[in-house]
């Protein structure tokens, strides 16, 4: 299977990409910036144009998300995201989110709290939030990441 993770680089990009990778799977990583990891390659998600270049020529069957931005989260929500999921396709789409956007007793139907400017981390949620709504459709799954311990990829 070919599955291009954006944020490889990260606590959990990283382990996703180790887990594939081990398991046989062709995997491509991103980082954002230089990393000690020589196998990711950079990809500055906000250069809309040559992300599709990455998708259109390595063709992965799956997409995985694990960017976080504290401060450029709504951009990414606003001018990133709608571009993604249109031009992706049937390409399998996973969004690792956090569950911290949303209330307590959150359920399917709980309505995501958008957070004002005196909110800790406000553009970081208010940016996941925004994401989710964008990305709704049968191929993309959101995955809410809570605390993450171990990774078990099957």
């Known amino acids: 299977m070919k599955i291009l993770i954006l944020g490889a680089s990260g606590f959990l990009g990283g382990t ?3 887990k ?3 398991v046989g799977n062709d995997v491509l990583g991103t980082c954002n910036k230089n990393t000690n990891n020589t196998n990711l390659i950079e990809q500055d998600v906000f250069d809309v144009d040559s992300l599709l270049h990455l998708v259109n020529s390595y063709k992965p069957d799956v997409i995985i998300w694990s960017i976080m931005n504290h401060q ?3 951009e990414i929500a606003e001018n990133v995201m709608p571009i993604l ?15 911290v956007a949303y209330e307590p007793n959150m359920s399917e139907d709980v309505k ?6 005196t ?6 949620f208010n940016g996941k939030i925004k ?4 990305i709704k459709n049968s191929q993309i799954i959101v995955l809410f ?3 993450v311990f171990t990774v078990s990829i099957l």
Do not use: M, V, W
């Open 131 to 134: 994401s989710e709504e964008n």
């Open 85 to 99: 999921c249109e031009a992706i396709g049937d390409i399998r789409f996973i969004f690792i989110s956090t569950s």
């Open 145 to 147: 990441a809570q605390e």
């Open 119 to 124: 909110s800790y981390n406000h553009h970081y």
């Open 20 to 22: 594939l990778k081990n």
């Open 72 to 74: 450029q989260e709504e």
């Open 112 to 117: 995501p709290l958008l957070r004002d400017e």
């Open 16 to 18: 996703i990409y180790f």
